[in-house]
Nanobody, 127 residues
Framework: QVQLVESGGGLVQAGGSLRLSCAASGRTFSTYVMGWFRQAPGKEREFVAAINRSGGSTYYADSMKGRFTISRDNAENAVYLQMNSLKPEDTAVYYC????????????????????WGEGTQVTVSS
């Protein structure tokens, strides 16, 4: 089992940047695929980005490509989301998630494949 704690959210103006962090407990962090999801009020939780176990492959939702960067540090049990060129529509609660049975590329984008979730961190982008 792994516990996840997000940090780094806040209020930022459109065009600004934020870096989210997710700290994971446990000694088996490198065995998990890690992902970021977000949920805006009244909307479904949606995929943002994911990274494979070694950190060598990354996956992004189309609207985040070129603006967001996911990375991980297995020695520090942490995963990060660098968000640049933020837009008001990026306003949401951002969740860190860990998955085990993720192997095919399509699995990385599938919310149900992630079994452990953090409590989320609020990101608000003002226009």
């Amino acid at each position: 089992q792994v516990q996840l704690v997000e940090s780094g959210g806040g209020l930022v103006q459109a065009g600004g940047s934020l870096r989210l962090s997710c700290a994971a407990s446990g000694r088996t962090f490198s065995t998990y695929v890690m992902g970021w999801f977000r949920q805006a009020p009244g909307k479904e939780r949606e995929f943002v980005a994911a990274i494979n176990r070694s950190g060598g492959s990354t996956y992004y939702a189309d609207s985040m490509k070129g603006r967001f960067t996911i990375s991980r540090d297995n020695a520090e049990n942490a995963v990060y989301l660098q968000m640049n060129s933020l837009k008001p529509e990026d306003t949401a609660v951002y969740y860190c998630a860990a998955g085990i049975n993720i192997y095919a590329e399509r699995h990385y984008y599938t919310r149900e494949r992630y079994v452990y979730w953090g409590e989320g961190t609020q990101v608000t982008v003002s226009s």
